[in-house]
Nanobody
Framework: QLHLVESGGGLVQPGGSLTLSCAVS????????IGWFRQAPGKEREGVSA????????YYADSVKGRFTISRDNAKNTVYLQMNSLKPEDTAVYYC???????????????????WGQGTQVTVSS
C-alpha cells in the first residue's frame, strides 16, 4: 500500500528556514515524479516545486524560485523541500504528491498527481 508522509513543518520567523521531508513507502521512489504543493486558507492548492523521476530535473513556481530547493534521496525513499528566506505569504499546508508517468503531466499541476500525503503546516510569522 502506498503512503506519503510529510514532516518538518512548524512556526518560523520571516527570513527563516525550514526543511520539509516527504517519506514514501509502497513504491519504488526512483520510478515516480514527486511534487510539493501548498494550500493557504481560502485559496486553491498550488504547485510549488517538482522533481522528475529518472533525471532529477527540478521545477519551481516563480514565487519560490531562488528560495526553495527540492531534492530526492531514492535510497532513503525521501524527497526534501529546503525553504529559505521564508515570507508570511509562504504560510500554508504543504503536501507532497507522487505520479508514475511524470513526463506526461505539467509538473506543477495538481490534477496530474495520483497519490497524496496528509500535509504539514508551515506558518511564517513574527
Amino acid at each position: 500500500q502506498l503512503h506519503l508522509v510529510e514532516s518538518g513543518g512548524g512556526l518560523v520567523q520571516p527570513g527563516g528556514s525550514l526543511t520539509l521531508s516527504c517519506a514514501v513507502s509502497g513504491l519504488t521512489l526512483g520510478l515516480y515524479g514527486i511534487g510539493w504543493f501548498r494550500q493557504a486558507p481560502g485559496k486553491e492548492r498550488e504547485g510549488v516545486s517538482a522533481i522528475s523521476d529518472r533525471d532529477g530535473i527540478t521545477y519551481y513556481a516563480d514565487s519560490v524560485k531562488g528560495r526553495f530547493t527540492i531534492s530526492r534521496d531514492n535510497a532513503k525513499n525521501t524527497v526534501y523541500l529546503q525553504m529559505n528566506s521564508l515570507k508570511p505569504e509562504d504560510t500554508a499546508v504543504y503536501y507532497c504528491a507522487a505520479v508514475l508517468y511524470f513526463s506526461r503531466i505539467p509538473p506543477l499541476a495538481r490534477s496530474g498527481y495520483d497519490y497524496w500525503g496528509q500535509g504539514t503546516q508551515v506558518t511564517v510569522s513574527s
